[in-house]
């Protein structure tokens, strides 16, 4: 990433797999932060779990397959220190995988708004959050909406922030049919 001031926390979901914890450990990058779950939390108590480790006013979300462009977190940080309004920044995406194209999303809060009453309008795992509006909101991960718990999360966020997604691509989202 062209920004260089964040920490990376990796939670390791009680994962079987040995080399895991190898690799990670295998950089000597001291912005990286690693934990494993004693037993298995699932997504939405692991992501919780990550709110409550990190120390940044922001939170990029990001997925393990997925991967972000270097300057998808400067641009990002750069649009919520500019606009304290708004509490959700994401941005366009380039799938990859088992299907291919770029996402295309509303980018004005008004229209992602109601866009949000049909679908996912942003992407949560290309997502920037202010970590204060989710202490004020006090709103976290919630598991009885798991897979969609990240959906879940921005339609309780809507009378609390104003979202916005950037018109460029920053982000590639591996998409597996299974």
């Known amino acids: 990433q062209t920004f260089h001031d964040f920490e990376l926390i990796i939670v390791n979901d009680a994962s079987t797999d040995p080399k895991v914890g190898a690799v990670v450990r295998s950089y000597t990058d001291d912005r990286i932060r690693y934990y494993v779950n004693e037993h298995n939390l699932g997504i939405s108590a692991t992501r919780n779990r990550l709110l409550e480790l990190a120390q940044?006013?922001?939170?990029?979300?990001?997925?393990?397959?997925?991967?972000?462009?270097?300057?998808?977190?400067?641009?990002?940080?750069?649009?919520?220190?500019?606009?304290?309004?708004?509490?959700?920044?994401?941005?366009?995406?380039?799938?990859?995988?088992?299907?291919?194209?770029?996402?295309?999303?509303?980018?004005?809060?008004?229209?992602?708004?109601?866009?949000?009453?049909?679908?996912?309008?942003?992407?949560?795992?290309?997502s920037m959050i202010r970590k204060?509006?989710?202490?004020?909101?006090?709103?976290?991960?919630?598991?009885?909406?798991?897979?969609?718990?990240d959906y879940a999360l921005w339609c309780r966020l809507i009378p609390h922030t104003r979202f916005h997604n950037l018109p460029e691509v920053l982000f590639r989202y591996r998409w597996h049919e299974s």
Not at 65 to 81: G, H, I, M, T
Not at 135 to 147: D, K, V, W
């Open 132 to 149: 204060q509006v989710l202490r004020e909101a006090n709103l976290r991960y919630e598991e009885e909406f798991s897979p969609a718990e």
């Open 56 to 126: 940044g006013e922001y939170l990029a979300v990001m997925d393990h397959d997925d991967y972000s462009l270097p300057e998808r977190f400067a641009k990002q940080a750069a649009y919520l220190d500019a606009h304290p309004d708004v509490g959700v920044v994401s941005c366009r995406v380039e799938y990859v995988g088992d299907k291919s194209g770029i996402g295309r999303y509303p980018v004005e809060d008004g229209d992602i708004r109601i866009a949000l009453m049909d679908l996912c309008a942003v992407v949560h795992s290309a």
